[in-house]
């Protein structure tokens, strides 16, 4: 499928005016008709409720369009369970799915009421420790091992994960809770990241919900939901197909009735904690060329760089790149499209076919709206960049503003040495 950006040369023109690349830009249609999409595909199961991965994209201008869709959030760490509480989601509406856990976050996503799903069994005495006591409600995290695989071809590898506990050790951890007074249990086990094939909640549903009925059927534990987590994934690459969300949330309701309801835990809410899914396609990273240089490559450079958005130096990720304005040019350039940084894997892309650059062309790097800006960091002392928000109407909101050197050297704000700078 041809890769077409949400806005065009003349959007980011009278953007870059107020706002100079780089930046981060995120389309609120598609972030609102991919919610609706996805909470029609799940309609089916009373209970069921999408918990945002805020790791994807930490920002409360997201969250709360995410919220207005009945969307809870998924936090894995005491700065994103502030960010939750500050933007009104309360008690279940948080889930705490975190791992190598500190003590202090435990108690922090207890006080707010929040689901704790725990990642391992001698977490168990860590959070009893911590509280004094084991809530009521309590979620555990499932690490099956080996390898998952599924039908495409496409494979993930439990056995080589650190997140979960063992068959066995789900067993002991739900009689264990039981037997201190946990009343209402959950599953969770997340076992492939970025799946693009409509099987890979189905055939993990098909795992969690039959351990799901041999738990409750051999500890007693009442469990209220099953937590199919995140995973799945978007097409990075203009050849592959997208996921159809309304097939993924049928194909889950097909196990659903084959497996849990005539174990007579037809009631089990289903959760999701998507990340990638529900913002991934909805953002991207605006860039504009500002040097090219011919050596022993064609290189462009561009004045965003790996912290603006780490997955090609970090993984090799492939992100699509539109040259706004040259969308219908053949591409007949090879290019290394780099940023700043003093580390040559600082490359969003290499040996791309790209259509002819020039200075001042704006660059649009796809999909980048999970896992892009929050994965970023400050090395060379680059700054984060802004986040703005492609409103319905075509307006544009600042989401976060820019860091400047002041923020950068902030954590200098105790002593005098770099006050002609920090203050
Ligand atoms: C990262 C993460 C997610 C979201 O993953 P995506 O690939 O973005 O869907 C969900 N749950 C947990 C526990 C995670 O760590």
Same mark, same amino acid.
Request: net charge negative.
């Given at each position: 499928?041809?890769?077409?950006?949400?806005?065009?040369?003349?959007?980011? %023109?009278?953007?870059?005016?107020?706002?100079?690349?780089?930046?981060?830009?995120?389309?609120?249609?598609?972030?609102?008709?991919?919610?609706?999409? &996805?909470?029609?595909?799940?309609?089916?199961?009373?209970?069921?409720?999408?918990?945002?991965?805020?790791?994807?994209?930490?920002?409360?201008?997201?969250?709360?369009?995410?919220?207005?869709? !009945?969307?809870?959030?998924?936090?894995?760490?005491?700065?994103?369970?502030? #960010?939750?509480?500050?933007?009104?989601?309360? +008690?279940?509406?948080?889930?705490?799915?975190?791992?190598?856990?500190?003590?202090?976050?435990?108690?922090?996503?207890?006080?707010? +009421?929040?689901?704790?799903?725990? *990642? *391992?069994?001698?977490?168990?005495?860590?959070?009893?420790?911590?509280?004094?006591?084991?809530?009521? /409600? $309590?979620?555990?995290?499932?690490?099956?091992?080996?390898?998952?695989? $599924?039908? @495409?071809?496409? #494979?993930?590898?439990?056995?080589?994960?650190?997140?979960?506990? /063992?068959?066995?050790?789900?067993?002991?951890?739900?009689?264990?809770?039981?037997?201190?007074?946990?009343?209402?249990?959950? =599953?969770?086990?997340?076992?492939?990241?970025? /799946?693009?094939?409509?099987?890979?909640?189905?055939?993990?549903?098909?795992?969690?919900?039959?351990?799901?009925?041999?738990?409750? %059927?051999?500890?007693?534990?009442? $469990?209220?939901?099953?937590? &199919?987590?995140?995973?799945?994934?978007?097409?990075?690459?203009?050849?592959?197909?997208?996921?159809?969300?309304?097939?993924? !949330?049928?194909?889950?309701?097909?196990?659903?009735?084959?497996?849990?309801?005539?174990?007579?835990?037809?009631?089990?809410?289903?959760?999701?904690?998507?990340?990638?899914?529900? &913002? !991934?396609?909805?953002?991207?990273?605006?860039?504009?060329?500002?040097?090219?240089?011919?050596?022993?490559?064609?290189?462009?450079?561009?004045?965003?760089?790996?912290?603006?958005? #780490?997955?090609?130096?970090?993984?090799?990720?492939?992100?699509?790149?539109?040259? =706004?304005?040259?969308?219908?040019?053949?591409?007949?350039?090879?290019?290394?499209?780099?940023?700043?940084?003093?580390?040559?894997?600082?490359?969003?892309? $290499?040996? %791309?076919?790209?259509?002819?650059?020039?200075?001042?062309?704006?660059?649009?790097?796809?999909?980048?709206?999970?896992?892009?800006?929050?994965?970023?960091? @400050?090395? @060379?002392?680059?700054?984060?960049?802004?986040? &703005?928000?492609?409103?319905?109407? !075509?307006?544009?909101?600042?989401?976060? %503003?820019?860091?400047?050197?002041?923020?950068?050297?902030?954590?200098?704000?105790?002593?005098?040495?770099?006050?002609?700078?920090?203050?």
């Amino acid at each position: 499928m041809e890769k077409t950006p949400f806005v065009t040369l003349e959007q980011i %023109r009278e953007i870059a005016k107020t706002y100079p690349t780089p930046f981060h830009l995120y389309d609120e249609k598609g972030i609102r008709e991919n919610a609706k999409r &996805l909470k029609a595909a799940f309609a089916w199961n009373k209970g069921y409720k999408e918990y945002f991965a805020v790791k994807a994209t930490p920002n409360p201008f997201i969250l709360k369009i995410l919220q207005e869709y !009945g969307c809870g959030t998924d936090c894995s760490s005491m700065t994103e369970l502030m #960010m939750s509480d500050a933007c009104g989601f309360t +008690g279940h509406d948080i889930m705490f799915s975190s791992n190598d856990t500190p003590p202090e976050e435990f108690a922090f996503a207890a006080k707010l +009421g929040a689901i704790i799903n725990l *990642d *391992d069994i001698t977490h168990i005495e860590c959070l009893e420790k911590t509280l004094g006591y084991i809530p009521e /409600t $309590i979620s555990c995290r499932y690490n099956p091992g080996g390898i998952f695989k $599924i039908s @495409n071809g496409i #494979m993930d590898n439990p056995g080589d994960a650190k997140y979960g506990m /063992t068959t066995e050790q789900i067993f002991e951890a739900f009689s264990t809770l039981k037997a201190k007074g946990a009343k209402h249990f959950g =599953l969770h086990a997340f076992l492939a990241s970025n /799946t693009v094939t409509n099987d890979y909640y189905p055939m993990l549903a098909k795992v969690l919900f039959e351990l799901a009925v041999r738990l409750q %059927r051999e500890t007693g534990a009442h $469990i209220e939901f099953i937590n &199919l987590s995140g995973g799945i994934g978007i097409p990075y690459r203009p050849d592959q197909e997208p996921n159809d969300i309304a097939v993924i !949330g049928e194909g889950v309701r097909k196990v659903y009735e084959e497996v849990l309801v005539p174990a007579g835990m037809g009631d089990v809410a289903l959760y999701t904690e998507l990340g990638r899914f529900m &913002l !991934g396609p909805y953002g991207c990273l605006v860039t504009q060329a500002i040097h090219e240089k011919h050596t022993h490559k064609e290189y462009i450079g561009v004045d965003a760089c790996a912290v603006n958005l #780490m997955r090609p130096a970090m993984y090799g990720a492939y992100h699509h790149i539109t040259v =706004l304005g040259k969308e219908h040019a053949p591409c007949d350039h090879k290019y290394d499209v780099t940023g700043s940084l003093c580390e040559n894997n600082d490359k969003f892309a $290499i040996d %791309r076919m790209l259509p002819e650059i020039s200075m001042g062309d704006y660059l649009v790097i796809h999909d980048t709206g999970a896992h892009g800006f929050s994965m970023g960091y @400050n090395y @060379n002392g680059k700054l984060r960049s802004a986040e &703005l928000l492609l409103k319905e109407d !075509g307006t544009v909101e600042m989401i976060r %503003r820019a860091e400047t050197p002041k923020d950068y050297f902030a954590t200098f704000d105790f002593c005098d040495i770099l006050k002609k700078y920090s203050k």
